[in-house]
């Protein structure tokens, strides 16, 4: 468009210029040069220039009309050049004829009937044969128009001179004929080109103000006339060029551009052409003016074709109801064949209409064929169903989920998606009975988050609740069962499995219904509890005094007892929680067993307290801690884990459980994320070329919309290459976090940064996670495998696990590996990455460095091409 706002003053003054050459008296007849001709012809190239110009920035189909235009234009300039010139001045050498000019000006005048005829093409299913009639019926009675009212009392006996006739034919019926054609063909056109099709029309009617001045002119050879005639072309060439630009400066074409639409400057045309011919036939009855031959056949031919048009109607009516008929019939079928419903109902929410589907699938009876959808429901489902479809438009939502009551008791669940007819107050539904599918789905969570042994919420359950906001204060029971160990040597598992079932059941029993029970796996349980530190130590008597009591298990009596750890739950704190009541286990079984401690040294709340995180990072207090990673087979340095820690003035190194902890009861765990990352790779991008860094996400603090911005900058400030970082997460991270966090790790990983499951095989499922997110690595906790001892079965459940991850492209590392025994079974059987108490831990930066100058025995420098291990 900013072409056409600078064309616009030369358009102002090219026009204004020929105007005023144009009223300047042409030379007389016969005379060399003639000025205006030239005028003509020099507007009319330029008119060709500009045209071609134009049409070179369209796209390549949308230039074929405005081309024809712009060649229209080039010819009249030659046609205009020969008249002026006098070149070619009779065309085959017989005086009074035809010269070559007249000719190539003749040609040119139709080039915006063709160009009109290209627009009317583009309209979809466009029809030629109607095209050709409604051009043929528009044209006709104009000519009948101008033949009853200009040309037939022009021609009268002795008005004119015989020789002047033809010319006087000439130009009287151009104007009918291009005018009625170009505005047939221009009534319906697309949104897109109605402006450029309303400029065609424009152009068309003003050269047919010019054929019909210089009609006059030659019935009344005045010099005004003719230099009118100029002028009207020179405003069709200038209005010819502000077209082409107003198509060139469209937008490119959208979906509702290719809408069809009526224009009003063809509707106008045909309208005044229809009515013209009785409105000039009543004139000449009561003026009694002579009606030639020519007239009345005219006006039969419009009649045969008003007729003819009326058939093609007729007939178009009759195929439209038939395909619309069909059409019906064929919806009828595919909805009554279909296993989902289809209802529509109307604003009261009475069924108006259900295929056979629906009315099994919401019950409806055949005496009552239009209740209301409302009473076929489920009681407790009415008030949220109405709301849903008849609320105000935010509470209306696309999909709903109603129950309908059965006659076997179990409701049937349906998914309901509908939209509503504009303008009718009725809404469509699509029914699909989803009854199977919410049952499985039910039962494949209940068994997520159930252990199939004693039927009791698993580890994932309980992570789950313990991350879910809670109002009360919350306490954390972890226990275990003294003296288990016995029960599977001298009676078998069975009898241990039996055991496990017994315990399970009395802890359900002595603790409210409220409270959470859950297998962690083995002989460990948890028990989560609403209620303050009293409250938990009086359930952690009563599990200690009621699991101490003996067991009849299969025949045989047992005695086993029960230890118990005690903490308080934090919000957000589940990890730590769970850390702190395991601390406390601990303590109570090295006090001797079959008593329970709390654990009440909340350094994480202590140093939220008394200390500013902020401060701790800007002043260094806070640090980054390693453990090695070195492959099994070779004792390879391969990457290393980092934890942030908390050199804290007072309270000592606070691990980092308790500094996220501490961070998010102050709002820092943003912060504190984004130097963690920032800071493992600034640190390992100075140690070592090869060596990988992982770094723990947290849960609950983890601020994913965030965690691809901060990657990306911590790399590109530290100069690290994406796949030496991994980040790494467990499955809490997945269940607690924001539903940005997995295209958050998608995004990370397409930028090549590897990803790291933690804690695998210790969730809800092997396999769930795989699918959701590209892993390149899981990590398995070796301590949850097996009895700390067991390393057989512990070997079993590694290398199993090695061999199902490695079908996934995937790559293992054994986490927490403190054995130097297992360690060496791991060495020899399997091969991946190995990290724990084993190998070098809890480094600093400057120790690390030094550690790969001057490997231990147990891992040797990173000096060589490492094999594919990862963090």
């Not at 056409?4 to 040069?33: C, F, H, I, K, Q």
């Not at 963690?676 to 990988?692: M, N, P, S, W």
Request: charged fraction near 20%; proline fraction near 6%.
């Amino acid at each position: 468009m900013t072409g056409v706002r600078r064309s616009a003053p030369a358009l102002t003054a090219l026009a204004a210029l020929a105007a005023v050459l144009l009223v300047l008296p042409p030379g007389p007849a016969g005379e060399l040069p003639q000025w205006d001709d030239l005028v003509l012809a020099a507007t009319a190239a330029w008119a060709a220039w500009r045209c071609s110009a134009l049409t070179r920035s369209m796209r390549h189909r949308d230039r074929l009309p405005w081309q024809v235009l712009g060649a229209g234009a080039l010819v009249f300039a030659a046609g205009s050049l020969a008249t002026g010139t006098g070149i070619g001045a009779e065309l085959g050498g017989q005086a009074g004829g035809p010269g070559l000019g007249d000719v190539l000006i003749m040609l040119a005048s139709f080039g915006p009937t063709v160009s009109a005829a290209l627009l009317g093409g583009r309209v979809p299913g466009t029809r030629w044969p109607v095209l050709v009639i409604d051009g043929l019926l528009a044209t006709v009675a104009l000519v009948v128009v101008a033949d009853v009212l200009v040309l037939s009392p022009a021609l009268a006996p002795g008005a004119l001179a015989d020789d002047r006739e033809p010319l006087l034919l000439a130009y009287g019926l151009y104007p009918a004929v291009v005018v009625g054609v170009v505005g047939a063909l221009c009534t319906v056109t697309t949104r897109a080109v109605t402006r450029s099709a309303t400029g065609i029309v424009l152009v068309t009617g003003l050269l047919a103000l010019a054929s019909g001045l210089l009609a006059v002119h030659v019935a009344r050879p005045e010099p005004g006339w003719a230099a009118a005639a100029d002028v009207a072309v020179v405003l069709a060439l200038v209005s010819g060029v502000r077209v082409v630009q107003l198509a060139a400066g469209r937008p490119a074409p959208s979906a509702a551009d290719a809408a069809v639409a009526v224009n009003p400057a063809g509707a106008v045309i045909v309208v005044v052409a229809l009515v013209g011919v009785p409105v000039a036939l009543l004139t000449a009855l009561v003026r009694g003016m002579p009606l030639h031959v020519g007239a009345v056949a005219g006006t039969a031919i419009v009649i045969a074709l008003l007729l003819l048009r009326m058939v093609g109607r007729i007939r178009d009516a009759g195929r439209a109801r038939e395909d619309l008929v069909r059409s019906e019939q064929d919806f009828r079928g595919l909805v009554e064949a279909s296993s989902d419903g289809v209802a529509i109902v109307d604003a009261d929410l009475r069924l108006e209409f259900t295929s056979p589907a629906a009315r099994t699938l919401l019950g409806v009876a055949d005496p009552d064929p239009h209740p209301l959808l409302l009473d076929l429901l489920h009681e407790e489902d009415r008030p949220r169903v109405r709301l849903e479809l008849t609320g105000a438009v935010g509470a209306v939502t696309p999909t709903l989920q109603l129950r309908v009551p059965h006659a076997d008791g179990e409701p049937r669940e349906l998914e309901v998606t509908h939209h509503e007819r504009p303008g009718s107050g009725r809404r469509v539904l699509h029914l699909r009975d989803v009854t199977t599918r919410r049952r499985r789905e039910r039962e494949l969570e209940r068994m997520a988050f159930t252990d199939h042994l004693t039927r009791l919420p698993n580890r994932a359950m309980l992570f789950q609740e313990m991350a879910a906001p809670s109002a009360a204060e919350r306490r954390l029971l972890v226990l275990d069962l003294d003296g288990f160990k016995a029960v599977n040597d001298t009676a078998g598992h069975e009898s241990g499995d039996l055991l496990l079932v017994e315990v399970a059941r009395r802890l359900q029993g002595l603790l409210r219904t409220d409270d959470l029970v859950a297998r962690l796996g083995g002989d460990e349980f948890a028990v989560l509890i609403a209620g303050d530190e009293e409250a938990g130590t009086e359930a952690a008597q009563r599990v200690v005094d009621v699991l101490g009591q003996p067991y009849r298990v299969g025949g045989r009596t047992f005695s086993v007892g029960a230890s118990v750890g005690l903490c308080r739950v934090h919000p957000g704190g589940g990890q730590l929680a769970f850390r702190l009541a395991d601390t406390a286990l601990r303590a109570a079984k090295q006090a001797g067993k079959g008593c329970w401690r709390v654990h009440s040294e909340d350094r994480g709340g202590q140093a939220a307290a008394t200390s500013d995180v902020a401060a701790a990072l800007a002043g260094g207090e806070v640090q980054l801690r390693y453990d090695v990673v070195a492959t099994s087979d070779t004792g390879l340095i391969t990457g290393v884990h980092t934890a942030p820690v908390w050199a804290h003035p007072e309270l000592g190194l606070l691990p980092a459980a308790e500094l996220w902890a501490a961070a998010e009861r102050q709002g820092q765990d943003g912060a504190l994320q984004q130097w963690l990352i920032r800071q493992a790779c600034a640190e390992v991008a100075a140690l070592d070329g090869e060596l990988q860094v992982g770094v723990d996400l947290p849960p609950r603090q983890l601020r994913a919309d965030e965690l691809a911005g901060e990657v990306a900058a911590a790399l590109a400030g530290s100069g690290m290459a994406p796949r030496r970082l991994v980040l790494a997460f467990d499955e809490e991270v997945l269940q607690t976090s924001s539903a940005g966090l997995i295209p958050a790790l998608h995004v990370v990983r397409a930028a090549g940064v590897h990803l790291c499951l933690n804690d695998f095989g210790m969730g809800s499922t092997l396999w769930s996670q795989l699918a959701r997110v590209p892993l390149d690595t899981v990590r398995v906790d070796v301590r949850g495998l097996a009895a700390p001892d067991d390393h057989e079965r512990t070997m079993k459940v590694l290398t199993a696990i090695e061999s199902s991850a490695a079908a996934f492209d995937v790559y293992t590392l054994a986490g927490e590996v403190g054995s130097p025994e297992l360690y060496d079974r791991i060495r020899t059987q399997c091969r991946m990455a190995v990290t724990g108490p084993v190998l070098p831990v809890g480094l600093s930066a400057p120790q690390v460095a030094t550690l790969l100058r001057h490997p231990s025995a147990t891992v040797v420098a990173a000096s060589v091409p490492r094999p594919r291990a990862e963090v």
